[in-house]
């Protein structure tokens, strides 16, 4: 009795395999859904780290220094990998105030800087002559004198420290534009806005002060804080600390996750159970017409079971195998 009643169902969920595929396919793109989110959700976390590195560069610690030579104890330190040097070479002076501006810095830096730090050209070329020069966005702005690749830039300077310093005039040709980063960076204002190839910026040099970023080293995952603590207290420096990358949380901390995986298995149960509660409604009349003829209430239940679980569970695995 019980092979002749498997038989049976099997045969009812042949017989009505157009129903059964109708119900699975709504299962089906509703587990594609909610798969896909919660891929979407991997993705776009990864996409959000990428992003906050490209703006904010990968460095972790910064060490702005008079020394133009780099610290030892940073150099050499186990957590810390690559670093990269800017120099700053001078300042633009102001005729009109008769001072120098402080926020517009002149210098070059080191390929391994521009590495570290995801400095990008927004359109043009780094420099390759003596008079040319790249300029930050933020930089360029503050000239006023134009943004167009090509043209000549003229900026101010002092030969030396002395109050009684001659000032004297250099034309540069602007051969590229950066993306910002000294108003962007944490520390960025002590990043040179007007780079200059490195014998250039030598021959105009009264300032003698670098800027040195390090990356971290790929096994180091956590503990961001304690690790630029500990590098303070041993070096005895003031470092800046890139915790707009390091202490990032996206999306609120993830709690915006919690929230999303709550909704989407809210909209896969409900979508689920509508569908399953549409197929047996339509397959009402069957099972009236098996009580009928003797069927037992616990026969039309697993009757019941067996073809919603073949509904459930091909397009189930289907779903999440297909997203």
Known sequence: MNIEYIKYCIRSVKRRWKSILRTSLAIFFAFVFVAGVMLFKSNMYQWQLQSVRHRFGSWIIMLYDSNLEENSELK???????????????????????????????????????????????????????????????????????????????????????????????????????????????????????????DEADSINRIGKATYIYSSNNYIDKNYTSIYEGLKKRTKKSLIYNSSVYDYEPWGGGYIYDYMYIVLAAIGIAAIAYQLTVYNRQRKNVYSILKGLGARRVQLIGKAFIENSVIVICSSLAGLIFS
Request: zero cysteines; hydrophobic letters at 30%; proline letters at 3%.
């Open 76 to 198: 050499n330190h186990p957590y810390l990998n690559k670093s990269g040097k800017a120099a700053v070479d001078n300042y633009m002076y102001d005729t009109k105030k008769q001072q120098d501006v402080s926020s517009v810095k002149l210098g070059y830096m080191s390929d391994e800087f521009i590495s570290i730090g995801n400095i990008s050209l927004r359109e043009g070329s780094m420099p390759q002559e003596d008079d040319e020069a790249a300029i930050e966005w933020d930089t360029l702005i503050k000239l006023n004198q134009g943004t167009t690749i090509g043209q000549d830039i003229v900026i101010n300077i002092r030969k030396s420290n002395s109050p009684y310093s001659d000032v004297i005039e250099k034309t540069y040709k602007l051969t590229g534009i950066l993306n910002n980063y000294t108003n962007v960076w944490t520390g960025g204002n002590n990043v040179p806005g007007i780079i200059l190839k490195e």
